[in-house]
């Protein structure tokens, strides 16, 4: 049973660019949460969604910042018109039951996104 | 506002020694307390899981309590081995899906 997949593993963008982050959950799994680490600081929850729906994206910059989890493939995580402060690592985790239900959350390796 | 610090300072110990981390919170009333484990380039791992009304969980070499009067949590890795090195986050749970992360503990084991 392969775990979260996440990809790129780097993506390197020049600022005002675009960049898209995918994330596969693990089989079976039907909700996402994704969260952003800085450089020093912990894991920032972002948003959380389910198929075609997002729950939460109270973690989430109001502008720039969009996510949305089709029905059918990945989950994406787009921020338009990058800044160098949006250098960080993404992580994507997945769980096969809402949260409330005590459900573990599992990570996927991340995305180390570079903005030059 | 809310707070959670874990060992500022990275930790070295030598191996078959105990390492024990450390999770101070403030203006938090976490449900759960988790600890993850985290190697560089990788994403976190789940490790262990308390609640609020038990005082101790083990796992193996690990051992974690947590004081909701103190407001921390202690993590402990018995007889430690050079593969137990890496980074060690503690994150607390309020029984729903936003899991708030402390920075981490960076721990290495010499042999």
């Known amino acids: 049973n392969a775990g979260v997949m996440q990809n790129p593993r780097h993506l390197v963008r020049r600022r005002g660019q675009e960049a898209r982050l995918r994330c596969s959950p693990m089989?079976?799994?039907?909700?996402v949460y994704w969260y952003r680490q800085l450089p020093e600081e912990g894991l920032k929850f972002m948003v959380y969604l389910q198929k075609e729906n997002i729950i939460d994206e109270s973690g989430m910059p109001k502008e720039r910042f969009s996510a949305e989890f089709p029905k059918e493939g990945p989950s994406i995580l787009r921020i338009q018109q990058v800044v160098r402060g949006d250098s960080a690592a993404y992580f994507c985790?997945?769980?096969?039951?809402?949260?409330?239900?005590?459900?573990?959350?599992?990570f996927g390796p991340g995305t180390r996104l570079l903005v030059l | 506002s809310q707070k959670i610090e874990q060992n500022s300072e990275a930790l070295n110990i030598q191996e078959g020694k105990t390492a024990t981390l450390t999770c101070n919170y403030t203006?938090?009333?976490?449900?759960?307390l988790q600890w993850y484990r985290q190697d560089p380039g990788r994403g976190p791992v789940f490790l262990l899981l308390i609640r609020e009304n038990e005082k101790e969980k083990r796992k193996e070499r690990l051992k974690v309590t947590f004081d909701t009067t103190l407001k921390q949590s202690l993590f402990h890795i018995t007889a430690s081995q050079p593969a137990d090195s890496a980074t060690y986050l503690c994150a607390l749970d309020n029984d729903d899906y936003k899991l708030s992360f402390g920075a981490g503990t960076t721990v290495t084991v010499r042999a």
């Open positions: 089989k079976g799994h039907s909700h």
């Open positions: 203006n938090y009333s976490p449900a759960y």
């Open positions: 985790a997945s769980s096969p039951k809402p949260r409330e239900y005590q459900e573990t959350q599992y």
